[in-house]
C-alpha cells in the first residue's frame, strides 16, 4: 500500500496496522481532511460481553474520536434476532428479546473507558438497531430495499460461498442478515449523517453491500473500511485463551486475569499489539517491540498495564503488576488472584485436587488435570502435586490454597461461609 494519507485518522489507521481494505482510500482520506466524519461499527448483543477479539473494533473507534471523528455505536439488538452467518459452519442460536436485553446492558459497560458519550459533535452515540429494524414493513422492505440486491452477488461472497461449498444448510433467515446489515447503513447516514462503516475483515461483504445500498437509495457517497483478522504469531484467534473467552467486563474475568493474558503474549506479538491495543507513540511500540532475550519481559508488562489502565483504570493495572510480582518473584500469594470460594458443605466429606483445578479454571476437564498433575505441572503452595487422589477439608483450607497450573497460571481457594 503505498498511499500517503492526509487526515490523522488514516494515518493512524495504516501506521498502527489498523488498516486491511477500504473502498475508497483517497476519498474518504478527503473527508477526515475535510471535517467531522461520524463512523460506526455494529456489535451483536450474542453474549452478555464482549471479548478481546472485538477491542481492535473498540480501539478503532476511540481513534476516530481522538482524531475529531463522531464515533457510533451500534448495537445490533434487530440483527442479533437473526444471527451473523459469516464464515459459521452453523447456525447461532436464536436469542429471545429478554437475553439480547440482557447482553446489551453488558456490553455497553465495555465501551465508556474508550470513547466519550454525549450531545457534541465529536461525542460519541450508541445505537440500537432494534429501533428500525424492529419497525419494518416486510413487503414495503422487500419493495423499497430487496429491489436494490442480487441474490447471485450475495452467492458470490465468500461468507456465504465457504459455507455453501461444505454443503452447510444456511436458512433464508442468515442469508437475509446481510440485507439488514446494509440498510442499517443506510438508516445512520439518514439520522446521523454517517460517512464510514469499519469492521473486521469478514465483513467486507456486508460493509460493501451497505456502501452501495446507500448510494442507490440516497445518493450519498460513503465509504467501508476493514481491519485484519488478527490471529496471534502462533496461529490462534484473538481473544481466547486456555480457559475460554477473554471476556471486557470485570465480573467475567477479573482485571488481573486479563492483564496476565497481556504479560503472556508471546515475544513476535508485543511491538504489534503496543500499536493496536494501546494510545503508545508510534516510536515506543517500536522501541519496545523491538527489545529481545530477558529485555522483552519489561515490554509486556508495559503492554499489560497500559492495556489493563485503558480497560480497568490505572489502580487495577498496578494492582494487578503488584500481585503478579508477588506470585512469580516471591513465590508469596496475591490478593488479586482469581479466587474459588466453596462452602463449608462442599468440603464436609473432602474435595479433590483434579476437582478444584477444574473449579478454578487451570484445566478444562477433569482428564486436563489429571494428566497435569500426571506430568508434574500442578502444584498448591508452590509444592508439586504427583497425586490424583489427593482431598482436602476445611482444616486444609483454614488458609487459602494457591493452586498452580504450569508456569504461569494462578488461583486461589478460600473457604467461604455459606
Not at 178 to 184: E, F, G, R, T
Not at 236 to 262: C, H, I, R, T
Not at 278 to 293: F, H, K, Y
Not at 365 to 390: F, M, P, Q, W
Request: hydrophobic share 40%.
Amino acid at each position: 500500500m503505498t498511499y500517503h494519507a492526509k487526515s490523522d485518522f488514516m494515518r493512524v489507521m495504516m501506521t498502527r496496522g489498523y488498516l486491511a481494505d477500504c473502498t475508497d482510500y483517497q476519498a474518504l482520506d478527503e473527508a477526515f481532511a475535510k471535517g467531522v466524519v461520524p463512523g460506526y461499527i455494529g456489535f451483536d448483543a450474542t453474549a452478555k460481553s464482549l471479548h478481546v477479539g472485538s477491542l481492535i473494533q473498540i480501539m478503532m473507534l476511540r481513534w476516530l474520536q481522538k482524531c475529531g471523528g463522531k464515533p457510533i455505536v451500534l448495537m445490533g439488538g434487530g440483527t442479533t434476532k437473526i444471527g451473523d452467518p459469516s464464515f459459521r459452519a452453523d447456525e447461532r442460536p436464536l436469542l429471545t428479546d429478554a437475553q439480547i436485553d440482557g447482553n446489551i446492558a453488558g456490553i455497553k459497560r465495555a465501551f465508556s473507558p474508550y470513547v466519550t458519550f454525549g450531545d457534541g459533535p465529536t461525542d460519541a452515540v450508541m445505537v440500537n438497531n432494534a429501533e428500525w429494524l424492529d419497525q419494518l414493513n416486510y413487503i414495503g422492505f422487500l419493495r423499497d430495499i430487496g429491489k436494490h440486491f442480487s441474490v447471485n452477488r450475495m452467492l458470490s461472497f465468500e461468507s456465504v460461498k465457504s459455507r455453501l461449498d461444505r454443503e452447510q444448510s444456511l436458512s433464508f433467515l442468515e442469508f437475509n442478515y446481510m440485507i439488514l446489515q446494509a440498510y442499517d447503513f443506510l438508516e445512520l447516514n439518514r439520522r446521523y449523517g454517517c460517512l464510514v462503516q469499519m469492521g473486521g475483515s469478514d465483513q467486507w461483504g456486508n460493509i460493501v453491500n451497505g456502501v452501495d445500498l446507500t448510494r442507490r437509495v440516497v445518493d450519498h457517497e460513503v465509504y467501508g473500511l476493514t481491519s485484519p483478522l488478527l490471529t496471534t504469531s502462533d496461529g490462534k484467534k484473538m481473544g481466547k485463551s486456555q480457559n475460554g473467552a477473554v471476556w471486557l467486563n470485570g465480573d467475567l474475568l477479573s482485571p488481573y486475569e486479563f492483564w496476565q493474558f497481556w504479560r503472556n503474549t508471546t515475544d513476535a506479538d508485543v511491538g504489534r499489539f503496543l500499536k493496536l491495543y494501546t494510545d503508545l507513540p508510534l516510536d515506543e511500540c517500536n522501541r519496545l517491540g523491538a527489545l529481545a532475550g530477558s529485555e522483552v519481559n519489561a515490554a509486556k508488562i508495559v503492554l499489560a498495564n497500559a492495556v489493563t489502565t485503558l480497560l480497568h483504570g490505572a489502580e487495577a493495572a498496578e494492582a494487578a503488576e503488584a500481585t503478579a510480582r508477588q506470585v512469580f518473584e516471591q513465590g508469596g500469594i496475591g490478593d488479586d488472584l482469581p479466587t474459588v470460594a466453596l462452602s463449608v458443605a462442599e468440603v464436609a466429606d473432602g474435595v479433590g485436587i483434579v476437582q478444584l483445578f477444574v473449579r478454578a479454571g487451570l484445566a478444562a476437564s477433569g482428564k486436563d488435570a489429571k494428566r497435569l498433575i500426571a506430568e508434574g505441572g500442578a502444584r498448591v503452595n508452590d509444592e508439586t502435586v504427583l497425586d490424583a487422589g489427593l482431598r482436602y477439608g476445611a482444616g486444609d483450607l483454614a488458609e487459602p490454597l494457591k493452586l498452580t497450573a504450569g508456569r504461569k497460571r494462578h488461583a486461589l481457594v478460600v473457604l467461604g461461609h455459606a
